[in-house]
């Protein structure tokens, strides 16, 4: 056990394998080691990130979802609104003709009643001379007298 | 297994022997350095040829191993050679990162160099000893013993490059002036200077005091961080040598020789790790230290 030479050619045989590890081996490995690290910390992150995306678009598509059922409901309450509105119109349309048309019905009657009136005032008349004449025996001017049956027509 | 080539290996090298070989001369046997004389006076010129070739060899094929896959280190899926390498190279970070707060661009490679040279240095250990010795012998070495750190001569090399890089770091990282007023200013505190004339003798007992302890903190560092390894792993080797010895008196020697060979040869797996684990801590932790101000 005793101290020679031997120790300073160990001692340089050291530093040698300390540089050596230094230069070598140690940078290489641990940029490898780090480099893996940090693509699994990105990877890591874009997963964080894709379900993050994919929670935002299902979110999103629900809120747009939600927007067209109110839009769908909104529609349907305006038609079946404008629905009745047309009933409703058409209701008072068809209440204003048939009114129209009652009225115009009512007018013609009245109109024929009065044109019956007249014809039969006329043949009144006409039946009135024709018995005059008849009692008179005679043939009456009818030109003659022709204001006094006007009259008389006009009494009937 | 290995153990057991070992002993029939001792065997056969006890029978061949039997009249030249006592136990003493087995053990100092495996306990004598090849050694190869730079001056030819020899005393502290000496080399250790086989500490400095095994540990040169492992730490070529350990490191070699480890740039080789770190030259085509994937940031990808990792093969399983690299996941390997990662694996240790992330223990050791683990390490490092708990231990030391500051920047450990240097800290944690020499970390990674001290365990696993340390490491395969110690688990030379469960070679059989007569095989790789007997192999060795017949290329015509003189002796060898093949456990580096079995040789105090590697374990202070590797403690005290430690302990320069820690005096290093710590001028670094609080200038020479810091270390300097460190060594007398702590762990007891400043000495001050009053114009109470007590405080002149008072202070330069603190400093002295200071320095002193400083002092056994400094050589206590690498005799106990050098030591620890060498006292275990030159114990794991008497141990085998031991129980090689044992096998070497007859069957039932073999037997129970052949049996405690493999239990302590797994107990070591653990004697093994944990120091070359032990040594690497202590590292990180004195460079750490060195980093502290008082």
Not at chain 1, 12 to 33: D, E, Q, R, S
Not at chain 1, 127 to 155: M, P, Y
Request: hydrophobic fraction near 55%; charge should be neutral; include cysteine.
């Amino acid at each position: 056990m005793d101290i020679n030479l031997t120790l300073i050619a160990q001692s340089i045989v050291f530093l040698v394998f300390i540089l050596f590890t230094a230069k070598f081996v140690w940078p290489p490995l641990m940029k490898a080691v780090s480099d893996r690290q940090n693509r699994i910390a990105d990877g890591l992150a874009a997963a964080e990130k894709g379900s993050k995306s994919l929670a935002d678009a299902s979110a999103k598509s629900e809120e747009t979802l939600r927007a067209a059922r109110a839009q769908a409901q909104d529609i349907l309450a305006g038609a079946n609104k404008q629905a009745t509105q047309l009933v409703d119109q058409a209701k008072v349309q068809a209440k204003t003709e048939g009114d129209r048309i009652v009225a115009a019905a009512h007018d013609e009657v009245k109109r024929e009643v009065a044109r019956a009136r007249e014809d039969l005032r006329k043949q009144v008349g006409e039946l009135a001379v024709l018995g005059a004449a008849k009692i008179l025996k005679r043939e009456v001017n009818a030109q003659a007298h022709a204001d006094v049956l006007a009259d008389l027509a006009a009494r009937v | 297994m290995a153990a057991e080539e070992h002993v029939q290996h001792a065997a056969e090298h006890a029978e061949h022997a039997e009249q030249a070989m006592t136990p003493a001369s087995y053990i100092g046997h495996h306990l004598t350095f090849w050694q190869h004389p730079v001056k030819p006076d020899g005393g502290f010129w000496t080399l250790n040829v086989d500490t400095l070739v095994t540990s040169t060899l492992l730490g070529v094929l350990v490191f070699g191993f480890m740039a080789w896959v770190a030259r085509g280190a994937t940031s990808g899926v990792p093969g399983r050679r690299q996941a390997f390498i990662e694996m240790c190279i992330e223990f050791v970070n683990d390490q490092v990162r708990g231990i030391f707060n500051k920047s450990f661009e240097f800290v944690a490679p020499l970390a990674l160099t001290v365990f696993m040279w340390v490491l395969f240095m110690n688990a030379m250990d469960f070679l059989p000893i007569d095989v790789v010795a007997g192999a060795m012998h017949a290329l015509g070495a003189p002796a060898f013993r093949p456990v580096p750190t079995s040789d105090v001569n590697a374990t202070f090399a590797l403690a005290l490059s430690v302990w320069f890089l820690m005096i290093g770091f710590a001028i670094k990282a609080k200038g020479l002036g810091g270390f300097i007023h460190e060594l007398y200013a702590a762990p007891f505190g400043a000495p001050k200077l009053t114009m109470n004339p007590l405080s002149w003798i008072g202070a330069p007992l603190l400093a002295l005091a200071n320095f002193l302890f400083q002092m056994i903190e400094y050589i206590s560092k690498p005799l106990s961080h050098s030591l620890r390894l060498f006292g275990n792993m030159y114990a794991g080797e008497i141990i085998f040598l031991l129980l090689w010895l044992w096998a070497a008196t007859g069957l039932m020697g073999t037997i129970f020789g052949a049996i405690l060979g493999v239990g302590w040869a797994i107990f070591h797996i653990l004697i093994v790790a944990l120091q070359a684990f032990i040594f690497m801590m202590l590292t990180i932790v004195y460079i750490s230290m060195a980093h502290e101000h008082h």
